[in-house]
């Protein structure tokens, strides 16, 4: 050994009858918090057209309605488990609270580029993750990045098409790493409009719930008044994100172009 050298304990050799326990606490799972966020849309439709000779019947035209009010809060609940910030509920001072986001809890896995993007980039997004102990199993992006990421697939701009076809272009929606683990790595290529087009995400779907807190699950409420000549109905659920593993399972490249 020279000076500079440095020694690593690689295993530590116990003696018979060992009657000394040196517990290590730094092994224990680390607790991320997050905070609950209420979700809530309302809706109202007088008595008049409601009941009125171009509408179908009330169960239909509620129906449809409520219909509209559940896609409106999906998504808001999409929007805030991508890129919401986690507040806490104060609401004396008329501060409601909201969860973390993905954007917020992963954040500690993110690399930034400002080139264009290429799948080496995304190959070495998934490297970091196996690094950290994860693996992952989806690509979250946009539309013009997925299309992006199907351009890998294609040798050239004038594709070859047998005499017997009648489709040409092509797609990808599986992305396969070129780390030799197992029987390969694959990653399902998920779109969300909610993602802009200067980042993606590797996930590990499973580690990832969106959870309502007890007896809280989104359910309609009638706020209909008394007297009211109509009903008027509301939309509620009380809800937060739950990510295991958001520094290992889960890693975020950002800042590339198109």
């Not at 009211?228 to 958001?246: K, M, S, W």
């Amino acid at each position: 050994m020279v000076a500079g050298d440095v020694v690593f304990f690689i295993s530590h050799p116990m003696p018979e009858n060992n009657k000394s326990f040196d517990t290590n606490k730094s092994k224990l799972p680390t607790i991320a918090q997050n905070y609950s966020q209420i979700f809530e849309t309302s809706f109202e439709i007088s008595d008049t057209a409601l009941n009125g000779v171009n509408t179908f019947t009330d169960v239909n035209t509620l129906a449809f309605i409520m219909q509209q009010g559940m896609v409106e809060i999906e998504r808001q609940m999409a929007m805030q488990a991508w890129i919401g910030r986690g507040v806490g509920r104060d609401t004396a001072n008329g501060i409601y609270g909201s969860f973390k986001g993905l954007d917020q809890m992963i954040d500690g896995n993110v690399t930034t580029t400002s080139s264009a993007l290429t799948s080496a980039m995304i190959a070495d997004l998934v490297q970091s993750v196996v690094v950290a102990g994860g693996v992952g199993d989806t690509i979250a992006c946009s539309i013009k990045t997925a299309r992006k990421i199907s351009g890998f697939n294609v040798a050239g701009n004038n594709p070859i098409v047998t005499q017997s076809s009648h489709s040409t272009g092509s797609y990808v929606t599986t992305f396969v790493s070129d780390i030799p683990m197992g029987n390969g790595l694959f990653y399902n290529i998920l779109i969300d409009q909610s993602l802009s087009d200067s980042e993606l995400y590797i996930l590990t779907l499973g580690n990832i719930a969106l959870l309502p807190m007890q007896d809280r699950a989104l359910h309609p409420v009638n706020a209909t008044q008394n007297g009211q000549d109509g009903y008027t109905f509301l939309l509620r659920g009380e809800y937060t994100l739950e990510v295991q593993g958001a520094q290992f399972a889960h890693a975020k490249l950002t800042g590339f172009t198109l």
